[in-house]
């Protein structure tokens, strides 16, 4: 079966606000050497928790793989995948 890299996906990440938290959601695709294009944190209505959005480029088959790792990491609540929006056209 032959790894297709499809354009970038996006990822939600909901997460403690703690030192270092980023650094770790990074890591997790550096490690694989899936390039990341785009992130950013906005705060959310609890003063402890941030919403991150990481997009990257990666193999679809890989989604899974890659959030459960990233809700491995203690500091994150909940990591979800955002649905592609070039597919849904394709689809209709």
């Known amino acids: 079966m032959e790894n297709q890299f499809a354009g970038p996906s996006r990822i939600s ?3 403690s606000d703690v030192n270092n938290v980023l650094s770790r959601i990074l890591q997790t695709f550096g490690k694989s050497r899936f390039d990341v294009h785009y992130i950013q944190i ?3 209505e609890d003063e402890n ?5 990481v997009e ?3 193999p679809k088959e890989m989604m899974a793989l890659i959030l459960n790792r990233i809700e491995k990491i203690i500091e994150v609540h909940r990591a979800f995948a955002h649905a592609d ?5 394709l689809n209709s």
């Open 13 to 15: 990440i909901y997460a």
């Open 42 to 44: 906005f705060k959310t």
């Open 56 to 58: 990257a480029t990666f």
């Open 49 to 53: 928790l941030k919403l991150i959005i």
């Open 85 to 89: 929006e070039t597919e849904k056209r």
